[in-house]
């Protein structure tokens, strides 16, 4: 952000002024912005200016006024000369276990005409990452150079990267001091971060996948809906269109958790091989909606219908493949992907007959990053190998031995403490019928935002 005259306002007098709950002007928030990036600002000043947001809020002309000037920071993206045939789309989750969405998305809707430069992020605490998947694949680059990610684009339709350090650079700071300071929970600053980055993107519509349950940041739907809103809001707010599903996360997307195990799902969701149906149900719907933001439907009936014909007819997997070797990974993922497997795998047999009433889903996101699979801090390293797979789903009658996951490990001794955390995330009831289970929950919640 170039210099300015904002950058006169002392940073002790804007951070009172939220402190006293008052509303931040523009320059204020624009000075608070340029402090983060140029340095001017302390972590000391930047926490405390975290924590004074978390406490008091900000309103929507304040968090538009903060999305737009953390997209400000740094780079923006523009694609009016790439020569792109198709509007340029993404989807963002909030963050789940066995999240393979995004694998499965960009190749339907790149299919479908539309062009999906996805910026994806790595795991943190109990979730996943989708960047961390990809890197299972051998020779997979998130960071390519722009004539690599533009023929990508060309070639697949679609390119599931990260963000690079130009896009939003008051975020990347942002984030580092909340994470640290018990501020990251904040709806505003939550909002800003996602959205400065999409912004930053040039995108031309954008869906929100916020996830809702115990596997997720947003336990309650009253937390989802209230970051639903908010997302919508300052998006379009700020120019971009955008819709927000909120969706269950209170079981795995599919059978597996993990990286290379996630990755072998997807491959076989792709080709047909296997296609668990909460994941599928999912995966069209949010297809459908970035079909109909980017005008390449006219409801979503019928964009349901193209989503689903891409799957069925191979056109989504030869996207995915050809996005895979344009970004350096192998030629032919779909039959070769040269995923490595964890040397131990250990069943979890079922210790009773009964019906899997519940599972505690942020639990087994911690069996895998204790496994070595996921990271409790920035930039700890991972073991693409390990994870879970053969996941039961909720509601499934078993039979006492009956194996209800498989745990992929790297040692014997890991193996086994994951299975005992694992058995305890898990309740079976034993006297319990189907009709009884959680499995009727609704995949998809809410739809907040325009929708036929």
Known sequence: MPPNADQTIPAAQIIRN????RPLSGPEIRTFVSGIVDGSWGEGQIAAMAMAIILNG??????????RAMTASGQTLDWREAALNGPILDKHSTGGVGDKV?????????????????????????????????????????????EVLLRTLRHAGCAIIGASAELAPADRRLYAIRDITATVESIPLITASILSKKLAAGLQGLVMDVKLGNGAFMATLDDARTLAHSLVEVAQGAGL?????????????????????????SIAFLVGTAREPRLLELTLELAAQMLVLGGLAAD????????????????????????VSGLGGPPD????????????????????????????????GAVIVGLGGGRWVAGQAI??????????????RVRKGQPLMRVHA???????????????????????????????????????????
């Open 241 to 265: 269109p955008c819709r927000a599903l909120i969706t269950d996360m209170n079981q795995i997307l599919g059978h597996s958790a993990g990286n290379a195990v996630e990755v072998a799902e």
């Open 383 to 396: 073991d693409h190998r390990v994870g879970l797979s053969h996941v039961v789903s909720l509601g499934t």
């Open 410 to 452: 790297a040692t014997q001794a890991q193996a086994l403490r994951a299975l005992r955390m694992a058995q305890s995330a898990l309740q079976l009831d034993a006297a319990g019928t189907i009709d009884s289970s959680p499995c009727g929950a609704p995949m998809v919640f809410e739809i907040i935002g325009r929708g036929t």
């Open 58 to 67: 900000m309103n929507g002309e304040e968090t538009i006024a903060l999305t």
């Open 300 to 323: 979503l009936v019928g964009a349901r219908t193209s989503a689903l014909a891409a799957l069925e007819s191979g056109r989504a997997a030869e996207c995915f493949a050809r996005m």
């Open 18 to 21: 939220k402190r006293d709950r």
């Open 102 to 146: 995004s694998l499965l998305l960009a190749p339907i809707a790149a299919a479908c005409g539309a062009v999906v430069p996805m910026l994806s992020g790595r795991g943190l605490d109990h979730t996943g990452g989708t960047l961390d998947k990809l890197e299972a694949l051998p020779g997979y680059t998130v960071a390519p150079p722009r």
């Open 333 to 364: 993922v779909l039959r070769s992907p040269g995923l490595l497997s964890a040397p131990v795998q250990l069943d979890l047999p079922a210790p009773t007959d009964g019906v899997l009433r519940a599972v505690d889903t942020r639990a087994l």
